[in-house]
């Protein structure tokens, strides 16, 4: 049977795909890169922002087309399409319920199943599996690399996230923080040693928060700073307890700039607050550790940080840029940013732009504030469901009580029905202005009035 693959989001993505590749290959499987010759069509996909899974859905909408046109020939069997990683953990049985035509939707922990969801797909059902995983790593899976020309490669030294910032999803689509044994990954980067590969970036959803626990987070063999609590940078807190004991991230890094002198070490996506001093000296003391730190703000508003409960105020952000400059004088930084917040204002924006010219950043990743159903949404905005069940977003306030106005103004509450004026949108959400509460049977006799007059 053929396999497509087509990837969508971060490099995490690309690496899961090589592990459920490695998988699926073991049970027989082939891969093409013509997706016109595929058996069965695979989407690992993000689910990070809206505009991520409008893609998803767009290209949806090709498969079930290309998957139609396969049915109606006798030569070939029809076509499977199937939804792996994100979008799969965060919409689950909504995407078959929406699209009829998807067979699998797998999420990031289950890919150990994909042989067996396929097979079950034979009965003409669709096979679902988005159970989340508390000690799932794919630590004994050697990744079988997708793109074979480049001479960089991802490895996957965690997955997870425990600290729940309020605008993000991962910690609902990717499940609790878990590390890979250290020696499973050095094996790795050896084997990638071996095939020539002159660049390994090592990877997490926060990926210097890394603790190797498989001997046991007291095992004789750790030192006295291995078995003490998480050092955090000076000035930031996390909303979980300090964890104690395994093998940190820095006794990772160390052992895997050993392994090949001359293959450069990157990691990411770090969490400012995972940066003890003993990885900063790692990254100016060797010389394959690429002096680069991607170190996420989000924002320069003491305000929204706390909103978005980063865990350190701007302040503390600067003070860790200082010190890390102090200890790697030629350090290259970036950053992630995200613009219009929930509650930000023009000078909380200031702030972030004052920020980023302070800091000198290499590089920055900006993106809009995209609310997903888990993340926080605005006080100052409220959402409810139109009559043909598509989600409106309308900002909160004193609207009338009727559509003349004639009496006082009041404010929405949840069950109130709203008459609102659409002004914006997508297939998933429609944004509006709200324009005076109404009942469900005034507001269709005004619009089968609205029709009469039409038709008179």
Same mark, same amino acid.
């Given at each position: 049977?053929?396999?497509?693959?087509? #990837?969508?989001?971060?490099?995490?993505?690309?690496?899961?795909?090589?592990?459920? @590749?490695?998988?699926?290959?073991?049970?027989?499987?082939?891969?093409?890169?013509?997706?016109?010759?595929?058996?069965?069509? !695979?989407?690992?996909?993000?689910?990070?922002?809206?505009?991520?899974?409008?893609?998803? @859905?767009?290209?949806?909408?090709?498969?079930?087309?290309?998957?139609?046109?396969?049915?109606?020939?006798?030569?070939?069997?029809?076509?499977?399409?199937?939804?792996?990683?994100?979008?799969?953990?965060?919409?689950?049985?909504?995407? #078959?319920?929406?699209?009829?035509?998807?067979?699998?939707?797998?999420?990031?922990?289950?890919?150990?199943?994909?042989?067996?969801?396929?097979?079950?797909?034979?009965?003409?059902?669709?096979?679902?599996?988005?159970?989340?995983?508390?000690?799932?790593?794919?630590?004994?899976?050697?990744?079988?690399?997708?793109?074979?020309?480049?001479?960089?490669?991802?490895?996957?030294?965690?997955?997870?996230?425990?600290?729940?910032?309020?605008?993000?999803?991962?910690?609902?689509?990717?499940?609790?923080?878990?590390?890979?044994?250290?020696?499973?990954?050095?094996?790795?980067?050896?084997?990638?040693?071996?095939?020539?590969?002159?660049?390994?970036? !090592?990877?997490?959803?926060?990926?210097?928060?890394?603790?190797?626990?498989?001997?046991?987070?007291?095992?004789?063999?750790?030192?006295?700073?291995? !078995?003490?609590?998480?050092?955090?940078?000076?000035?930031?807190?996390?909303? /979980?307890?300090?964890?104690?004991?395994?093998?940190?991230?820095?006794?990772?890094?160390?052992?895997?700039?050993?392994?090949?002198?001359?293959?450069?070490?990157?990691?990411?996506?770090?969490?400012?607050?995972?940066?003890?001093?003993?990885?900063?000296?790692?990254?100016?003391?060797?010389?394959?550790?690429?002096?680069?730190?991607?170190?996420?703000?989000?924002?320069?508003?003491?305000?929204?940080?706390?909103?978005?409960?980063?865990?350190?105020?701007?302040?503390?952000?600067?003070?860790?840029?200082?010190?890390?400059?102090?200890?790697?004088?030629?350090?290259?930084?970036?950053?992630?940013?995200?613009?219009?917040?929930?509650?930000?204002?023009?000078?909380?924006?200031?702030?972030?732009?004052?920020?980023?010219?302070?800091?000198? /950043?290499? #590089?920055? /990743?900006?993106?809009?504030?995209?609310?997903?159903?888990?993340?926080?949404?605005?006080?100052?905005?409220?959402?409810?469901?139109?009559?043909?069940?598509?989600? #409106?977003?309308?900002?909160?306030?004193?609207?009338?009580?009727?559509?003349?106005?004639?009496?006082?103004?009041?404010?929405?509450?949840?069950?109130?029905?709203?008459?609102?004026?659409?002004?914006?949108?997508?297939?998933?959400?429609?944004?509006?202005?709200?324009?005076?509460?109404?009942?469900?049977?005034?507001?269709?006799?005004?619009?089968?009035?609205?029709?009469?007059?039409?038709?008179?």
């Amino acid at each position: 049977m053929m396999m497509y693959f087509e #990837v969508y989001g971060c490099q995490m993505n690309t690496n899961d795909t090589e592990i459920a @590749w490695s998988l699926l290959q073991e049970k027989g499987f082939k891969k093409t890169n013509n997706i016109k010759e595929a058996d069965v069509v !695979l989407l690992m996909t993000c689910a990070i922002r809206d505009n991520a899974e409008q893609k998803i @859905w767009n290209k949806l909408d090709y498969l079930t087309s290309l998957k139609k046109a396969r049915s109606r020939g006798t030569s070939n069997p029809p076509i499977k399409i199937g939804i792996l990683g994100c979008m799969a953990e965060r919409l689950k049985e909504e995407i #078959v319920e929406r699209n009829k035509l998807v067979d699998v939707v797998c999420g990031p922990d289950a890919y150990r199943d994909l042989p067996r969801l396929l097979s079950t797909t034979n009965s003409g059902q669709a096979a679902i599996n988005v159970i989340l995983s508390l000690d799932e790593t794919y630590a004994d899976v050697m990744p079988l690399r997708i793109n074979n020309t480049t001479k960089s490669a991802y490895i996957s030294i965690m997955r997870g996230c425990d600290n729940m910032c309020t605008y993000c999803i991962v910690p609902f689509t990717r499940g609790r923080e878990r590390s890979r044994p250290i020696s499973s990954i050095l094996e790795e980067v050896q084997s990638l040693s071996d095939q020539g590969i002159k660049q390994v970036t !090592l990877l997490g959803q926060n990926v210097n928060s890394y603790r190797d626990t498989s001997e046991g987070v007291d095992h004789a063999m750790y030192d006295e700073r291995t !078995l003490q609590e998480t050092q955090m940078s000076r000035g930031f807190k996390t909303v /979980y307890k300090l964890k104690k004991g395994g093998r940190r991230f820095s006794d990772l890094l160390h052992r895997v700039a050993l392994i090949d002198p001359e293959m450069r070490v990157r990691f990411t996506s770090p969490h400012p607050k995972d940066f003890p001093d003993e990885v900063l000296h790692l990254i100016n003391e060797y010389a394959n550790i690429c002096n680069q730190i991607h170190l996420p703000a989000q924002s320069g508003s003491t305000q929204v940080l706390q909103a978005m409960r980063r865990g350190y105020t701007r302040q503390s952000y600067l003070e860790l840029v200082d010190h890390i400059r102090a200890i790697i004088p030629d350090i290259n930084f970036s950053s992630d940013f995200i613009a219009g917040f929930c509650g930000e204002t023009e000078s909380d924006h200031e702030d972030t732009v004052s920020l980023i010219k302070q800091v000198k /950043y290499n #590089v920055c /990743y900006t993106y809009p504030y995209s609310m997903r159903q888990e993340s926080k949404r605005s006080q100052e905005e409220l959402a409810g469901r139109n009559d043909g069940n598509i989600k #409106v977003i309308m900002p909160n306030g004193l609207i009338p009580s009727t559509s003349t106005g004639r009496y006082n103004n009041r404010g929405m509450q949840v069950g109130d029905y709203v008459v609102a004026q659409i002004n914006d949108g997508n297939s998933q959400v429609l944004k509006a202005t709200p324009l005076f509460h109404s009942t469900l049977q005034d507001f269709h006799q005004q619009q089968r009035r609205q029709q009469e007059d039409i038709a008179s």
